[in-house]
């Protein structure tokens, strides 16, 4: 017959919101808490008796882990239909009159969407001030990198390399500033822009440090094509585009990018085609969600970025897959503001 104390126990663990566990000292359940059923599919009634791994997918919780059990662990549950149930579990040693028990406090976990927008609110809410505390230390390496310029004397290869670091300084300032304005809200700074040579600017820059170079297949409309449009931004999405385009054709002997301007109607597109493998259909629902990148190092915020950006400009960005043998295809497209002739273009630079 249970001991007293241990009755009250169980009714407690019967009653408690939380679902909670108690396990004797060899990790049986002795109290299945009525709020455990809705996670798990078992009833008390099914559970009393069973091992505590029972209700787990694969790691093993027996007896001894639960004596080390230290915090709150991230558990694979097994719902009673084999269904699996992501579950945060702490568990606590309570030294019962009967001897010593366990109680175990089981709660679901955020589904992996949620985890995922509470990631991306994190870094909504740090990018302003991130971009902030970036921006005054690069805005002091430009001018260093300037006084060293004047200082480096006759040394014109010294030279040219300091001043190619102080231009990349002064760009990488803008683009924090640029993202900064992207996290505020704030509208890009358009200014007529001649297409094909931002997307020529970001080529190079996109290219700096592939060794061997790719083939390039470079197509332009003829006559210029001008946008209006932030030139930096801009030369953002081509960069990304580009990248991608770049990674996806990294394992080939043969890689060959196609980069095509044209005009159709009112609008500039950009197409970017590569002779990698293309895109999977099951892959394509995901591909401008924040954060899902199939790439070791990537963040998977490219198109993400590449898509607003497109978007606050009037314009969009589409992707062919491509497939059985084709790479993909993206295309940005944005309004066109006339020939390049007909305004004063700025360059991005
Ligand atoms: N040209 C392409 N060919 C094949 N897959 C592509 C291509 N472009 C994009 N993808 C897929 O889309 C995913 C998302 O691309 P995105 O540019 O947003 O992020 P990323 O490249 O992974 O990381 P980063 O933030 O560094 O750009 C990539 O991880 C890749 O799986
Ligand atoms: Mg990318």
Known sequence: MPHANDALLSKV???????????????????????????????????????????????????????????????????????????????????????????????????????????????????????????????????????????????DRAAAFVGKARHEAERAGKIIRALRRFAENRPPETTAVDFDATVDEALDLALVGRSPPPDIRRSRAPGGLAVIADPVQLQQVVVNLVRNGLDAVAEQSTARLWITTDCEGGTVRLSVRDSGPGIAEADMARLFAPFRSAKAGGLGLGLAISRTIAERHGGSISIEPGGDGRGATVSLVLPLAGPAEHHVVQRSS
């Open 13 to 155: 663990i019967d009653m408690a919101g939380d679902a909670l566990v108690v396990l004797d000292g060899q990790g049986l359940i002795t109290a299945f808490g009525r709020a455990c059923a809705p996670l798990l599919g078992w009833t008390a009634a099914e559970t009393l008796g069973l091992p505590f791994a029972t209700l787990f997918a694969s790691q093993s919780v027996d007896a001894g882990a639960l004596k080390t059990w230290g915090g709150a662990r991230e558990i694979v549950g097994r719902h009673r239909d084999g269904t699996p149930v992501a579950l945060r579990v702490d568990v606590a040693t309570v030294e019962a009159a009967s001897g010593r028990q366990f109680v175990a406090v089981l709660q679901p976990r955020p589904a992996a969407d949620e985890a995922h927008a509470e990631r991306l609110a994190l870094v909504a809410a740090m990018g302003p001030a991130l971009a902030h505390e970036l921006s005054q230390p690069l805005t002091a390496a430009a001018l260093y990198l300037r006084a060293a310029e004047g200082l480096i004397g006759g040394d």
